[in-house]
């Protein structure tokens, strides 16, 4: 389905659709949609939080975004954010 509407869309997709199946040469692009802590998930911490009520676990996206680096071609957090990992492993 994705190589047919890439031609439809003169393979204006070719990129996204070599992320996707992590073809793509910088491979951390891929963990960003399809990892433990991919964009979905982030907004579904979100979501979750906000609709059930429970304000402990709104988790600010901005504030995991920015702990986040590359190192050998894939998506690490930063050393200096293990408390919060433990923060974020309580709540999600």
């Known amino acids: 389905m994705m190589e047919k509407m890439n031609r439809e869309m003169g393979g204006a997709l ?5 992320i996707f199946k992590n073809e793509y040469s910088k ?3 891929h963990q960003l949609i399809s ?3 991919d964009m979905d998930r982030l907004d579904y911490l ?3 939080s906000f609709f059930t ?5 709104n988790i600010g996206s901005a504030r995991i ?3 986040l ?5 894939a998506l690490v957090v930063d050393h200096k954010a293990h408390l919060f990992h433990r923060e974020l492993s309580c709540f999600a």
């Open 46 to 48: 979100r979501r979750d």
């Open 53 to 57: 009520g429970v304000t402990e676990g």
């Open 65 to 67: 975004i920015k702990m």
């Open 27 to 29: 491979r951390f692009l």
């Open 35 to 37: 990892s433990q802590l």
């Open 69 to 73: 680096d590359v190192e050998n071609d």
């Open 14 to 18: 070719t990129l996204a659709i070599k």
